[in-house]
Protein backbone atom coordinates (compact mmCIF):
# COMPACT_ATOMS: atom_id res chain seq x y z
CA UNK A 1 0.00 0.00 0.00
CA UNK A 2 2.74 2.43 0.70
CA UNK A 3 4.01 2.34 -2.58
CA UNK A 4 0.75 2.54 -4.43
CA UNK A 5 -0.63 5.52 -2.24
CA UNK A 6 1.54 8.45 -3.73
CA UNK A 7 0.51 7.60 -6.64
CA UNK A 8 -3.33 7.62 -6.61
CA UNK A 9 -2.95 10.81 -4.03
CA UNK A 10 -0.99 12.41 -7.29
CA UNK A 11 -3.28 11.08 -10.24
CA UNK A 12 -6.53 13.07 -8.00
CA UNK A 13 -4.38 15.95 -7.07
CA UNK A 14 -3.93 16.66 -10.85
CA UNK A 15 -6.86 16.00 -11.66
CA UNK A 16 -8.39 18.31 -9.06
CA UNK A 17 -5.74 21.23 -10.29
CA UNK A 18 -5.70 20.46 -14.06
CA UNK A 19 -10.29 20.57 -14.15
CA UNK A 20 -11.59 21.28 -10.51
CA UNK A 21 -15.07 22.09 -12.30
CA UNK A 22 -15.70 19.01 -14.08
CA UNK A 23 -18.28 16.86 -13.69
CA UNK A 24 -15.44 13.62 -13.65
CA UNK A 25 -13.98 15.73 -11.09
CA UNK A 26 -16.11 16.60 -8.67
CA UNK A 27 -17.63 12.57 -8.84
CA UNK A 28 -13.95 11.59 -8.11
CA UNK A 29 -13.87 13.61 -4.76
CA UNK A 30 -17.02 12.67 -3.90
CA UNK A 31 -15.78 9.45 -4.34
CA UNK A 32 -12.44 10.09 -2.26
CA UNK A 33 -14.45 11.09 1.05
CA UNK A 34 -16.82 8.83 0.37
CA UNK A 35 -13.93 6.20 0.50
CA UNK A 36 -12.44 7.26 3.62
CA UNK A 37 -15.37 7.45 5.63
CA UNK A 38 -16.39 3.64 4.49
CA UNK A 39 -12.64 2.88 4.94
CA UNK A 40 -12.36 4.11 8.46
CA UNK A 41 -15.98 2.83 9.46
CA UNK A 42 -14.99 -0.60 8.26
CA UNK A 43 -11.34 -0.62 9.58
CA UNK A 44 -12.54 0.68 13.43
CA UNK A 45 -14.89 -2.82 13.32
CA UNK A 46 -12.22 -4.81 12.39
CA UNK A 47 -10.07 -3.25 15.06
CA UNK A 48 -13.05 -3.74 17.47
CA UNK A 49 -13.39 -7.46 16.62
CA UNK A 50 -10.15 -8.39 16.32
CA UNK A 51 -9.20 -7.03 19.53
CA UNK A 52 -12.13 -9.05 20.98
CA UNK A 53 -10.27 -12.06 19.16
CA UNK A 54 -7.19 -11.58 20.48
CA UNK A 55 -8.24 -10.95 24.08
CA UNK A 56 -9.95 -14.23 24.32
CA UNK A 57 -7.02 -15.77 22.81
CA UNK A 58 -4.99 -14.21 25.61
CA UNK A 59 -7.20 -15.62 27.82
CA UNK A 60 -7.17 -19.38 26.65
CA UNK A 61 -3.24 -19.05 26.66
CA UNK A 62 -3.45 -17.31 30.68
CA UNK A 63 -6.17 -20.61 31.90
CA UNK A 64 -3.65 -23.12 30.02
CA UNK A 65 -0.69 -21.49 31.66
CA UNK A 66 1.62 -20.02 29.12
CA UNK A 67 2.66 -16.82 27.36
CA UNK A 68 0.21 -14.82 24.77
CA UNK A 69 1.83 -14.20 21.92
CA UNK A 70 1.78 -9.81 22.34
CA UNK A 71 3.36 -9.46 19.00
CA UNK A 72 1.59 -11.63 16.61
CA UNK A 73 -1.47 -10.00 18.29
CA UNK A 74 -0.49 -6.33 17.61
CA UNK A 75 0.51 -7.82 14.31
CA UNK A 76 -2.57 -9.47 13.47
CA UNK A 77 -4.32 -6.51 14.37
CA UNK A 78 -2.59 -3.72 12.45
CA UNK A 79 -2.98 -6.28 9.66
CA UNK A 80 -6.91 -6.42 9.72
CA UNK A 81 -6.89 -2.90 10.65
CA UNK A 82 -4.98 -1.31 7.83
CA UNK A 83 -6.67 -4.12 5.04
CA UNK A 84 -9.71 -1.84 4.23
CA UNK A 85 -7.86 0.96 3.28
CA UNK A 86 -5.34 -0.98 1.35
CA UNK A 87 -8.37 -2.82 -0.68
CA UNK A 88 -9.20 0.38 -1.64
CA UNK A 89 -5.73 2.29 -2.63
CA UNK A 90 -4.95 -0.75 -4.83
CA UNK A 91 -8.51 -0.50 -6.52
CA UNK A 92 -7.91 2.96 -7.03
CA UNK A 93 -4.43 2.62 -8.54
CA UNK A 94 -6.03 0.54 -11.01
CA UNK A 95 -8.59 2.50 -11.63
CA UNK A 96 -7.29 5.83 -12.33
CA UNK A 97 -4.12 3.70 -13.92
CA UNK A 98 -6.25 2.25 -16.47
CA UNK A 99 -8.33 5.81 -16.92
CA UNK A 100 -4.67 7.52 -17.99
CA UNK A 101 -3.77 4.85 -20.36
CA UNK A 102 -7.34 4.22 -21.49
Known sequence: MAGVAPFVIGA?????????E???TRAEARRMVGE???ASSQAATEAA???AREGLSMWRAFALGRM???????DRTA????????R???????RLSSRRTG
Not at 12 to 20: G, K
Not at 68 to 74: E, I, Q, R, W
Open 68 to 74: PDMVGAA
Open 88 to 94: RVHANAR
Open 36 to 38: KIA
Open 22 to 24: SVR
Open 49 to 51: FQM
Open 79 to 86: SRVTAPHA
Open 12 to 20: RMAALMLDA
